[in-house]
């Protein structure tokens, strides 16, 4: 019970560093580190604390996730993610630990964390009955764009980065960016670029939304954007050209 068993995953940090308020470990798979940021994001809001550790991990320590992976097509044969690109044959596995500290900005200021980013908004959904269990569903992620960006007073005509999901699957890459040129939905749109890290550090399983997060927030530290590799020439069935570009190395 006290060994390796997933529920003690967020307990133990919590143990190690002495925190207080709501400790969760969260598993949805490759949405694990995102939820737990909207988690985070919520415990603020409600006043249960006024930090948050979203700490999240990705190990490979045995080829057996590998392998089932594989056997399901999942896995690129080229042995290189090209997310966007017309190349893209699967994913690229990748390690990572990967922690975001969320806090309220008065206390972030007062406790001298610095500030990388401001949050707008967060938001979690569920593609319910699609061709498939592991088959994304495009109209639900374009509600939850819109109904975060609502929540949040974004005007996506704003927006200068979108860090997309972007596998390097020949399924689940142009159902994201068709999903996220019909969220815009045809509206002026200035110089966005939609990038993703996976073709970078590979797929981070769980760890890979706040990898994400981390590279966006770099994008904003250094006011320049970390570009996606091996996406050219571009996926003719990606509608990036509508909406905008792949910021590209």
Not at 87 to 115: F, M, N, S, T, Y
Not at 171 to 176: N, S, T, Y
């Amino acid at each position: 019970m006290t060994a390796n068993n997933d529920s003690l995953l967020a307990s133990r940090l919590a143990y190690h560093m002495d925190l207080r308020g709501p400790v969760v470990s969260v598993n949805t798979a490759c949405s694990s580190g995102l939820v737990a940021f909207h988690q985070a994001v919520g415990s603020i809001e409600r006043g249960e604390c006024d930090v948050a550790v979203v700490a999240s991990a990705a190990v490979i320590s045995s080829d057996e996730r590998y392998l089932a992976m594989a056997e399901a097509g999942m896995v690129s044969g080229s042995g290189v993610c090209s997310a966007f690109g017309a190349g893209a044959d699967g994913l690229v596995p990748g390690e990572a630990v990967v922690a975001v500290v969320v806090a309220r900005e008065d206390v972030a200021r007062r406790c001298g964390l610095g500030l990388v980013a401001r949050v707008s908004g967060s938001g979690v959904n569920c593609d319910g009955r699609t061709n498939g269990i592991s088959a994304p569903s495009g109209e639900a992620q374009k509600a939850l764009l819109r109904q975060v960006w609502s929540r949040g007073g974004v005007d996506p005509g704003s927006l200068g980065l979108v860090v997309a999901h972007g596998t390097g699957t020949p399924l689940g890459d142009p159902v994201e960016v068709n999903a996220l040129v019909d969220a815009f939905g045809g509206g002026p749109v200035g110089s966005c670029a939609v990038v993703s890290v996976k073709p970078n550090v590979g797929h981070l399983a769980g760890g890979v939304g706040s990898g994400g997060a981390g590279g966006a927030g770099a994008r904003c530290v250094m006011v320049r954007c970390l570009p996606s590799a091996c996406c050219e020439p571009l996926s003719s069935v990606c509608g990036l050209g509508v909406v905008a570009g792949v910021c590209q190395s």
